[in-house]
């Protein structure tokens, strides 16, 4: 019922020059793989070339970041409209950007409502680090960020959502998750949480992916999983073999 969805996050890799060969790379691989939701998500500054590129794809663009603003005096950021003129998608709430740049489950709030109004798809990142994890609190942290970061949305937008359930320990670290572990979450906080939020028929609609570590050896055991319906994939998705090898487990 859920179609599979795949995104990879470039993160702060590949000049323009290199994400065109990159992106040119993988695309043939993922023109083919039709069941599967496909979205690559370049640094901003590769968004432009990359449209152009993929205008009569299905593969579609995401940003990893947004502001909620329209407009303004706001050095450095890049508004709704700016990321709407070539993407379809956007992460939202990395664990990067709550680490390194501030975000939090309120800023993500504004983040979500803004896409929203701009037509964008947001991919919302909830996960929990190592000391969290270890002390038994990922169903508390989990919860509020989805409780917070995902209230007053409209709930004819909330079936659109994409969350991405990565924990920070499993975060290019090689140390995937355990598949079951991470489907528990996804289905027993997650899945269970956007239910309360926005009623149970929509949350069965909304897709909810792993992050961590994903590579083409692993990424079946995952996507098996009853209630993980894709991936979000970094370091992977920077090696197209890979990368299309990741979407064709996700058939
Ligand atoms: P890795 O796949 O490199 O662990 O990164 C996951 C991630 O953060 C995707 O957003």
Redesign the pocket.
């Known amino acids: 019922m859920r179609k599979p969805f795949v995104?990879g996050?470039w993160?702060m890799n590949k000049t323009s020059d290199q994400a065109t060969l990159l992106a040119a790379d993988m695309l043939p691989g993922l023109e083919a793989v039709k069941t599967v939701e496909r979205v690559i998500c370049p640094p901003f500054t590769s968004l432009m070339v990359l449209s152009g590129m993929l205008a009569d794809s299905e593969v579609k663009l995401g940003a990893q970041n947004l502001h909620w603003e329209e407009s303004g005096a706001y050095t450095g950021e890049i508004s709704p409209a700016m990321v709407k003129e070539f993407c379809q998608f956007v992460?939202l709430g990395?664990?990067?950007r709550r680490a390194y740049f501030g975000d939090t489950d309120e800023s993500v709030n504004k983040k979500v409502k803004a896409a929203f109004a701009h037509g964008l798809i947001p991919i919302v990142?909830v996960g929990e680090t190592l000391d969290e994890y270890e002390s038994g609190k990922t169903a508390e942290v989990v919860t509020r960020q989805v409780k917070n970061g995902l209230k007053e949305i409209e709930s004819e937008n909330a079936e659109k959502l994409v969350v991405?359930y990565?924990p920070i320990w499993?975060?290019?670290?090689?140390k995937?998750a355990n598949p079951e572990g991470a489907n528990a979450v996804i289905g027993g906080v997650v899945r269970q949480n956007l239910a309360e939020l926005f009623g149970n028929d929509r949350a069965q609609k909304i897709r909810i992916l792993y992050?961590?570590?994903?590579?083409g050896q692993n990424a079946a055991s995952f996507f098996q999983q009853p209630e993980i319906d894709g991936g979000?994939?970094?370091?992977?998705?920077l090696k197209a073999e890979d990368f299309v090898k990741i979407v064709e487990s996700a058939t």
């Open positions: 995104a996050n993160k992460i990395h664990s990067e990142c991405a990565e499993a975060i290019g670290t090689g995937a992050g961590g570590s994903v590579n979000l994939v970094g370091g992977a998705s």
